[in-house]
């Protein structure tokens, strides 16, 4: 079976939260990489996180603020991967924006990213205003930033010991993708 991706809907955002919650759960647990910047205590979607998620799926780019996402379902509802554009939090900006995925654990490795990605970039290229794609990751996620590197982005910037969480030193890639070329 292959997963549909459908745009993510404000009406469907407590479902979504529901899988959000349970994929940041995997962060840094036992056998898995480390994909957020989040300390394990603090692996959970909800409060202001969520709230200011939610909000910004219905502000209209390029309003500051804005996001877009979609999600991937198996059969009929099943969410098993999401990915999501969003507004700079900077402003000069506009022409740029920031790229957040994630897969569920079962359906790692079989090209979901891929598809997910693929979604995110065809909808940049179709905006007038988007050049470019940014996104920052765990360095040591090996599989993300392969992920990454295959659809076209380029390291940008390694910012070494940028955060410390549960004990240990993570170092933060920035990466770039160009979507507008003049």
Known sequence: MTPRIIDLQTRDFSEFAEYLNDHISDNGAEGQPLFQPIARSDCHFAGERAVGFRRALDVVPPTPGWRRAWVALAGKD????????????????????????????EWRHLGMGQRLLDVAIEWAKADQQMEWIDLQVIASNGAAVRLYKR??????????????MDGRQVDYLSMALPVRRE
């Open 151 to 164: 659809a076209g982005f380029t390291e940008t910037g390694l910012i070494r010991d940028c955060f410390r």
């Open 78 to 105: 099943r969410l098993v991967g999401h990915v999501d554009l969003r507004a700079h939090p900077t402003p000069h900006m506009v022409h740029r924006c920031l790229l957040g995925m994630g897969v569920h654990r």
